[in-house]
Each structure stands twice: as C-alpha cells, then as structure tokens.
C-alpha cells in the first residue's frame, strides 16, 4: 500500500521566491496534518484538516503561510515570499478518525 | 512550561543495557499517550500507545503516570538498531477535534 507521498523531498530556493510543497495523504483517511521540524523547535504543527476543511491554523508562523486541501486526495502548503529562518524539514500525516497518524518521508526545504 | 517536555540526551548506552526515558505533560485533561521513533532523516513512526495499566511490546514497556502527568518507556537488552530520537506524544481534545502534542525528543545512541 502507498502511504503517505510528499513532493519535492527536496527543495532549495532564494530568499524571496515561493515555494509549494505537496501532499498525497493515504486513501481513506479523513484527516490531514502539515509539520515543520527544526533542531531548534523539534516537531511543530502547522494546520490540520479534517475532510478537507482547515480545523485549526494556530501553528501557522505567519501570513506567508498558506495550506491549502481541494480535495480528499491532495493538499498542499506555500510559502511566500520565503525566508531562510524557513528552512527546515515539512512533515505531512494523515490519519483516520484522529488514531494513528502515518507520516510521510518529509520536505527538506533549504531557503538561501 | 512547553506541553510535552522530554530530556533531549543523548543517552548513549552499550548494547544490551536497559535505558529507560521520561516525559512530563501540562495537560492533566490529555486523553491518550504515544511513544513514537524516528530515524536520522526519516519520518516519525508510531512505536506503541501507552495505556493506563502500562504495556509492554517485547523488549519495550512503556507506562503512565496520570496523577504526576508522566509517561515512560523503558528499553530492555538494547540492540544496536534501536538508536533513534524517541518522541513522547499526548493526544488532547481540542476545539472538537483530537490533536497530538510531540514533545522535542530523546535521542538514544546505542554502542556496541
């Protein structure tokens, strides 16, 4: 079984351009979790869906923050303009009825 | 004072010892508990859940503590393979929804 698939796994930019980064979460599950990990803040939350609709956006830094899930298949979370204080790895997670959550393989996002 | 609190480490052990790693909680409302692993560069993945009664999953026994707000997981006759960062998690009910707290990790480093 596919699990959950992120995409770029890497991704180095310029300060100042946008970055998107993509989600494909495991078929079936209704909720959707966008983190960011640094040595510094550990593993952090960013925003969760559940069936598509954003539930809690606390975790979001700030305005050049955006998430987005047109559809149950696919979500996905810019940055613009980004910043290297951004850098970091971005971890997406699905789960089913809030149990378990699976993780996929991560976005190791590098902002110069 | 952070929700999920974890000694960072390293614990560096000998093959074959036990280690065992604590986590503190501030929120005495929190539902469930987890222990995940997670591998230098790779996603976190569930190790087991922690239940009231404590449980114990071959070489892995993992307790809570509600009234001081503490989890445990203990690692028997450490192997080689187990070097990971441990991350504590706490499941809360927030604004309808469950969502999980990670705490910063523990890193351990078994040696032969």
């Known amino acids: 079984d596919a699990g959950v698939i992120q995409s770029p796994r890497h991704e180095v930019t310029e300060m100042g351009q946008e970055v998107t980064l993509r989600c494909k979460p495991i078929s079936g599950h209704d909720y959707l979790f966008w983190y960011r990990q640094t040595m510094m803040r550990g593993l952090e939350l960013l925003i969760y869906?559940?069936?598509?609709?954003?539930?809690?956006d606390s975790g979001m830094p700030e305005d050049r923050f955006s998430a987005k899930m047109p559809n149950a298949s696919f979500s996905t979370l810019k940055i613009q303009p980004s910043e290297p204080r951004d850098s970091a790895v971005y971890f997406c997670?699905?789960?089913?009825?809030?149990?378990?959550?699976?993780f996929g393989p991560g976005t190791r996002l590098t902002v110069t | 004072r952070k929700e999920v609190e974890q000694d960072p480490g390293p614990f560096n052990v000998p093959e074959g010892a036990t280690v065992a790693f604590n986590c503190t909680y501030s929120n005495s409302a929190s539902q469930s508990f987890f222990w995940y692993r997670q591998d230098c560069r790779k996603e976190p993945k569930l190790l087991m859940s922690v239940y009231s009664s404590g449980n114990e999953d071959g070489r892995f026994t993992a307790q809570l503590n509600r009234a001081s707000q503490y989890i445990s997981l203990l690692i028997r006759d450490s192997k080689l393979s187990d070097s990971a960062t441990y991350l504590c998690v706490v499941k809360e009910w927030s604004g309808g929804y469950n969502k999980l707290i990670f705490g910063a990790g523990t890193r351990l480093a078994v040696h032969p």
């Open positions: 869906f559940n069936n598509n609709v954003p539930i809690d």
């Open positions: 997670a699905s789960s089913l009825q809030g149990y378990e959550q699976y």
